[in-house]
């Protein structure tokens, strides 16, 4: 194998790749990202932690074929390392790469790629969703921070995308708080699949890195999932198991509807978050009276009680939440004003657009004892 590519070039491809080398395998192979020339002047960079394989396609001088193996972070920091100019890249006898730029020559271990596992066919039955690669980052913003970060809780450490037919809806969950979003897409058919929301938080990284212009199309499978760009390929495991049914733990009535500015908002929950007392779930409290939205809390070191003007639809309300609930979600909403409904001091808040329903967000409340 040998070729020659710019460094920008070379170091961008591994950039995306490396996202799905493993860290804490004990397999070698594992460690390190294939590098495959063709006679038709193109370089496939690919790496697999067999949840998560990316593959990155470049172009460059070709002169013969061939693959090898190699260290991901080894290889990685000699290419940043290097200049930005022309790198050859060659296997010698005994798999050793040969590595040569400008005034500099590296030769390193590479492993041969039989062991290397394979990205795998897309499955018979798989249907393609084509999305607008920005909306779908935006979607993953607004959900996949609410996923379980517990891998005891199965697929609730995932995010559940929910094809239907006019729609997409995208749903995570922790049981303190839900995240709903919902983008216009045309499906052929209805399915549900649910991905590891570290790795849909990876997707995400990597359409951000890709400057190729294109849509997003994911190709869906049984078992697995292929998130396809121009130039790069990433291929996910899907995780098993029946998602939460969400549907039933939105409340379908709500007695107290508040309309507030967001940014009003979020910016004295940050701050009354300063003195929410620490071991008890960065509790502030909220109290509904009249138009007038209170956020206190207090600790050994001080108080503070910060006022905002709404607009309010029912009874005046005393409730608790986790300040880093809160601020969560607020802080991933664009709008201006925001919709926020409750029934009592012990029921959870939905958090809702004032106008149209593209995301919906859940968040229970924490108990206020009466000496706070």
């Known amino acids: 194998m040998k070729f020659t590519c710019n460094q920008q070039t070379l170091s961008k491809a591994l950039n995306i790749v490396s996202k799905a080398v493993s860290s804490r395998t004990t397999i070698p192979i594992l460690k390190g990202i294939l590098i495959e020339a063709k006679d038709n002047g ?44 022309n790198i050859n890249i060659e296997v010698r006898d005994g798999n050793i ?25 897309t499955e018979e ?16 913003r607004k959900t996949a921070f609410s996923a379980s970060i517990d891998e005891a809780k199965g697929v609730i450490t995932g995010v559940l995308i929910e094809l239907e037919e006019d ?49 997003l199309e ?8 292929a998130a396809i760009l121009p130039g790069t390929k990433v291929v996910m495991r899907l995780l098993e198991g029946e998602f939460i049914k969400y549907r039933d733990i939105i409340p379908k009535e709500s007695k107290i509807k508040v309309t507030v500015n967001r940014a009003e908002l979020l910016n004295s929950i940050e701050r009354a978050s300063l003195l929410a007392k620490e071991g008890k779930n960065n509790l ?41 609930y809160l601020q969560d979600v607020i802080k991933v909403i664009d709008d201006e004003e925001i919709l926020m409904e409750f029934n009592s001091n012990v029921n959870p808040c939905l958090v809702r657009p004032v106008e149209g329903s593209n ?9 206020i004892t009466s000496n706070f």
């Open 42 to 85: 193109t370089v496939r960079f690919a790496a697999s932690d067999l949840d998560l394989s990316i593959e990155k396609i470049v172009e460059a001088e070709v002169y013969s074929e061939g693959s090898i193996v190699v260290s991901a972070k080894l290889f990685g920091d000699i290419i940043r390392k290097l200049p930005n100019s």
């Open 97 to 121: 790469v040969y590595i040569n730029s400008l005034n500099s020559e590296f030769n390193v271990m590479g492993i041969s790629p039989d062991e290397f596992p394979s990205f795998g066919e």
């Open 125 to 140: 039955d798989a249907e393609s969703v084509i999305f607008d690669k920005e909306s779908f980052k935006e979607m993953v």
């Open 167 to 215: 729609k997409t809806n995208m749903v995570a969950l922790d049981g303190f708080r839900m995240a709903i979003t919902r983008e216009e897409t045309k499906n052929a058919d209805k399915k549900k699949i649910i991905i590891a929301a570290k790795i849909i938080n990876e997707l995400s990284k990597i359409i951000s890195d890709s400057d190729e212009e294109g849509n």
């Open 218 to 225: 994911i190709v869906v499978g049984k078992k697995k999932a």
């Open 284 to 324: 502030v409290r909220i109290k509904l009276e009249d138009d007038s939205l209170i956020i206190s809390s207090r600790s050994e070191e001080g108080n503070v009680r910060e006022e905002i003007g709404i607009k309010k639809d029912g009874d005046n309300l005393e409730i608790g939440f986790n300040s880093k």
């Open 359 to 367: 995301y919906e967000y859940l968040i229970l409340p924490v108990r």
